[in-house]
C-alpha cells in the first residue's frame, strides 16, 4: 500500500491564521498562493464575515479555508478527485469546522443542480481543462453577490451582461479577478 504524497498550505488571516493544513499532492492541483490570497482577501475584507461562500473546484480548499478563517457563515467545497476531497473533509475535522461541508463530485454538475444563492463564490478550476465558461454559465446568483475567478492569461472567458468587474490583476501566468453580480437591466 502506496503512501499519499502531501504538500501544505498556510491560512493567511483571521481566526486559523498562520495554521498549515496538509493536501494531496493531485496533478493539476495548484492553491492559490500566498501573495495572491492576500490581496485577494484585502479586496474581500468587508464582504467575507457572514457570507455564505462556494469553493468550486476546491483543490486544496485554500481559498474556502481562508473565508472560514475570516468568519464566513458557511462555506460548500466542491472537489471531484477523491483524495483532494477525503483531505478537505479531515481538515476541517482538525479545524472543527462545522458551518462548512464537502460534496465529492462533478463542480459542474453540482452547480447545474444546485441553484442556491450564496454570496461569494470562488472559481479557480483547473487550467487547460475547459472547465470555466461552464462554470460560469451554470452559476445563478442573486444581485451583491461576489465571485473570484482565476484563469490562464490566454483564456478570454465570456461573462454575464450583469457581472461587473470591480478588480483585476495579471501575472505572465494567470489572471485573477473579482466581479460583483448587478441587478438585470429592465427588459
Given at each position: ?42 479586496w ?19 481559498l ?18 477523491p ?5 478537505l ?25 444546485n ?73
Amino acid at each position: 500500500m502506496s503512501k499519499i504524497q502531501s504538500q501544505q498550505l498556510r491560512i493567511i488571516g483571521g481566526q486559523w491564521r498562520s495554521r498549515r493544513l496538509r493536501f494531496p499532492a493531485v496533478d493539476g492541483l495548484r492553491p492559490t498562493m500566498d501573495r495572491v490570497r492576500e490581496t485577494v482577501f484585502n479586496w474581500l475584507q468587508y464582504d467575507v464575515e457572514g457570507a455564505r461562500a462556494l469553493d468550486a473546484f476546491a483543490g486544496s480548499g485554500a481559498l474556502g479555508f481562508e473565508a472560514l478563517s475570516r468568519g464566513a457563515k458557511e462555506v460548500i467545497f466542491l472537489e471531484k478527485h477523491p483524495n483532494a476531497a477525503l483531505q478537505l473533509r479531515e481538515n476541517l475535522e482538525i479545524l472543527q469546522a462545522r458551518n462548512a461541508q464537502v460534496w465529492a463530485g462533478d463542480a459542474l454538475l453540482w452547480l447545474q443542480q444546485n441553484p442556491e444563492p450564496f454570496d461569494l463564490v470562488f472559481l479557480d478550476p483547473p487550467f487547460g481543462k475547459d472547465l470555466l465558461q461552464p462554470a460560469i454559465n451554470a452559476l445563478r446568483l442573486l444581485p451583491g453577490a461576489l465571485v473570484y475567478i482565476e484563469h490562464e492569461v490566454r483564456l478570454q472567458p465570456l461573462f454575464p451582461a450583469n457581472w461587473q468587474e470591480i478588480k483585476h490583476k495579471e501575472t505572465k501566468e494567470f489572471c485573477f479577478r473579482l466581479f460583483e453580480v448587478m441587478a438585470d437591466p429592465e427588459p
